[in-house]
C-alpha cells in the first residue's frame, strides 16, 4: 500500500496470531487503514493475548482462559482470517461455524488446505478465499497470493485483495497455480537469502571482514531491487548495461551461466512443488 493510499475495510476476526498474522496485523494499524468495528485476535494463551492490551483498535482473547474466544471473535466480524496451523483448521472451522455472519468472508492463511475443504466444513452462507503471502509482509512488501473459492463474489475477492494490500502487492490466480506460486514468492525470500549468504561468504574469502562483506552484499541486493522497481525495465536489460563487453562482470555471468541457474531453479522450484503435494495429502 502505498503512503498516499487509504484502505476503509468492515470488522476482522483474526484467528492466530503467530509470525505471519501479526505481520498481516501491522498492516492492519498501519496509518491510512481504517478497519470499522475493529480487529478480534485469538491466541492460546493468556500471555500473549496481553501484548494486544495496548493496540488501539484491537481486542484480544485467550482461547487457554476462554474456551468460546474464538466464537466470541467471529460474531459480527464481515472478515475472519484463520491462521492457525494446518492441522489445526478442521476442528476450528466446526468450533465456529454456526457463530460467523451470513455473506462473512473466510480468509485462509493455512498453507496447503483447499477451499474445498473449509467449505465442506463452513456453512453455504459464508464466503471462502485462500491466500498466500509471504515473510515480506512483516515489513509492508509482502506478494501474496489469493484465489477465490467456489462460493466468492468477485467482491469477496476484492475485498480481501484490499485486506493484503496492506502489506504489499497481490496477485490472484486460480487455486490450482497457488501451490506453484508458493514455491516462488512463498519461498522466494529463502532463496533470496541464501544467495545473500553465498555473495557474502565469497565476500569474506577475499578478505573482507564481515560486517564489511555484509554491507557490500546486502546494500548491493537492496539496491538492485529497488532500481529495478523504480527504472520499470526488464533485469536482462538492467544486466546487460551493468555487463561491459569483455570486461569482469561479463567473465563472472559467464561462469554463472555455465552453472544453467535457470534449470536449476526450475528443479528447486519443482522439488518445493513436490513437497507441498506431498504436505497436502497427509
Known sequence: MSQTQSVTLPTIAMLGAGSMGRAIL??????????????????????????????????????????????????????????????????????????LLPGAVVVSV????????????????VAVVRSMPNTPAVVGKAVTGISAGARSEPSDVELVRALFSTVGEVVE????????????SGSGPA????????????????GFTPEQAATLVN??????????????????????????????????????AAADLPALFTRATDAALARSRELAAG
Not at 173 to 184: F, K, N, R, Y
Request: hydrophobic share 45%; glycine share 8%.
Open 110 to 125: 493455512a498453507a496447503g488446505v483447499t477451499t474445498a475443504t473449509f467449505e465442506s466444513l463452513l456453512p453455504e452462507s
Open 191 to 206: 532463496y533470496v537469502f541464501f544467495l545473500i549468504e553465498a555473495l557474502t561468504q565469497a565476500a569474506v574469502e577475499k
Open 219 to 256: 546494500g548491493t541486493f537492496l539496491g538492485a531491487a529497488e532500481l529495478l522497481v523504480a527504472s520499470g525495465e526488464d533485469p536482462a536489460e538492467l544486466r546487460r548495461r551493468v555487463t561491459s563487453p569483455n570486461g569482469t562482470t561479463e567473465r563472472a555471468i559467464a561462469v554463472l
Open 26 to 99: 501491522s498492516g492492519l494499524l498501519a496509518p491510512g487503514v481504517t478497519v470499522e468495528g475493529g480487529i478480534r485476535v485469538t491466541n492460546r494463551s493468556e500471555e500473549r493475548a496481553a501484548t494486544f492490551a495496548d493496540t488501539p483498535g484491537v481486542t484480544a482473547y485467550a482461547t487457554e482462559t476462554q474456551p468460546d474466544a474464538n466464537r466470541q471473535a467471529v460474531e459480527g466480524a464481515s472478515i475472519v482470517i484463520v491462521a492457525v496451523k494446518p492441522a489445526m483448521v478442521p476442528d476450528l472451522l466446526r468450533e465456529i461455524g454456526d457463530s
Open 173 to 184: 490466480v486460480p487455486e490450482s497455480q497457488l501451490d506453484a506460486l508458493g514455491t516462488i
